[in-house]
């Protein structure tokens, strides 16, 4: 016996550590091993693109950025640094916060709450889809990003249907 690590232990570490390259993590049996690690990619390429969708819409003080989960919101809030709207999320605890202010004239929606947006809004478009580049299919990858507009009803009817604990 030398005393080195063993071979439980290295296997332990590549499947539960970050030492797998981005550009290779895609093709290797990890993220089907350990799902954690496959919701741990992409988070700043999804608020640009989400930040790139918001820009498009022109005057943002009348926007508002709504994620579908308490991943989608962390992000946005940490890789936001300023330049983005403020961002609402009815999953777990975030529903405590409340929904938006007035006035709100667009929603930019950010995944998979999207179909249950959809009927408070006049219109909802899909801008695009997230993409984090890396080929790491996760929770997110390939969600869309809609801007909603037309507003029917009021957040206090909005919200309560958007509340979700999962």
């Known amino acids: 016996m030398t005393g080195g690590p063993s071979a439980a232990s290295v296997v332990g570490a590549v499947i539960s ?22 919701d741990q990619v992409g988070w700043p390429a ?5 930040g790139e969708v918001v820009h498009q819409q022109g005057e943002e003080d009348d ?11 962390g992000a946005i809030d940490r890789f936001r640094e300023g330049q983005l709207p403020a961002v609402y999320s009815g ?16 929603v930019v929606v950010v995944g998979a ?15 695009r889809s997230l993409d984090n580049g890396t080929d790491v299919d996760n929770e997110e990858q390939g969600e869309p990003i809609a801007v ?4 029917l ?4 009817s909005i919200w309560p249907a958007l509340r979700h604990l999962d």
């Open 113 to 127: 709450m999207l179909e249950k947006v959809r009927p408070y809004f006049a219109g909802c478009t899909i801008a």
């Open 46 to 50: 999804y608020v640009d693109q989400v």
């Open 91 to 106: 999953h777990n605890a975030l529903y405590s916060s409340g929904p938006p202010a007035e006035p709100v004239k667009a």
């Open 63 to 73: 926007l508002v950025i709504l994620a579908s989960n308490y991943g989608e919101a």
């Open 153 to 156: 009803v009021g957040w206090n």
């Open 17 to 38: 550590l970050p030492v797998i390259p981005l550009g290779v993590l895609g093709q290797t049996a990890i993220p089907g091993i350990n799902s954690a690690t496959p």
């Open 148 to 151: 909603c507009t037309g507003r």
